[in-house]
């Protein structure tokens, strides 16, 4: 098969990408710095070319919801003009609970999906083990690191690409199962961890985010539900490798 990845730079995009070349999948790869822009269109026609599906996880780093709404909204209009016969997309667990800020935007992708004329698959996972590294790297103020007060099913980034190749394979399905990782957790030890990892020995303090997204932090609607698919790695293997 001849596979596009939109994104495929990012931190689920090259695992996507690692695992389809290794299946002997021919791989475009679909970034601004291959000279393709999902979000304008530019260079996307060409890119697309002979491609048989395309796996979208594009993500754009923003908290707007009306930022969010924009980029998936342009993103996937173009994905579904570009006449590809089938399309991957990769969304979130808890967005229909939690259609806030960045999630959003998600739910206008999967709309946009399901109201077009081309084939779709959309995977709904949880947050990624890499997420208490972002936490860390962004909410530290000298010794001091804060963290959402926040239940997470955090899944492994190589897992997800490893099953959206699977997808990519397997046809138009829909909405198929969730993926989500094999413990909860929470956010605070996460980051505590990690932190500990990088030899950090300032406090890690939790903090309970406002608004409704918020709220679905701490309340365990953004874990997955007991039909959904469990990865394997944990989180202290996933930390152990790093």
Request: aromatic residues 6%; proline residues 5%; glycine residues 12%.
């Amino acid at each position: 098969m001849k596979i596009a990845v939109a994104g495929g730079t990012g931190a689920v995009g090259r695992h996507v990408v690692e695992h389809a070349e290794a299946r002997g999948h021919a791989v475009v790869v679909l970034s601004r710095a291959r000279g393709v822009d999902v979000r304008t269109g530019a260079g996307l026609d060409v890119a697309l070319a002979g491609v048989d599906v395309v796996v979208d996880v594009t993500s754009v780093p923003t908290r707007s919801a009306r930022e969010s709404r924009d980029f998936f909204g342009a993103t996937t209009t173009n994905l579904l003009r570009s006449g590809v016969p089938h399309v991957v997309a990769l969304s979130i667990v808890g967005i229909d609970r939690a259609p806030y800020d960045y999630y959003a935007g998600k739910v206008v992708q999967e709309e946009l999906l399901a109201a077009g004329d081309v084939p779709w698959t959309v995977l709904r996972a949880t947050q990624f083990h890499e997420f208490a590294r972002q936490v860390f790297e962004n909410l530290g103020f000298g010794p001091l690191h804060l963290a959402p007060v926040m239940r997470s099913q955090p899944v492994a980034a190589h897992e997800v690409g490893a099953r959206l190749v699977d997808l990519a394979e397997a046809g138009p399905a829909g909405r198929v199962r969730d993926l989500a990782g094999p413990e909860v957790l929470r956010m605070q030890d996460m980051v505590a961890a990690y932190a500990r990892a990088r030899s950090h020995r300032g406090p890690v303090l939790p903090v309970p985010l406002p608004g409704g997204f918020g709220k679905a932090m701490r309340d365990g609607s953004l874990l997955a539900g007991s039909g959904a698919d469990l990865g394997t790695q944990t989180f202290a293997s996933w930390l152990a490798d790093r």
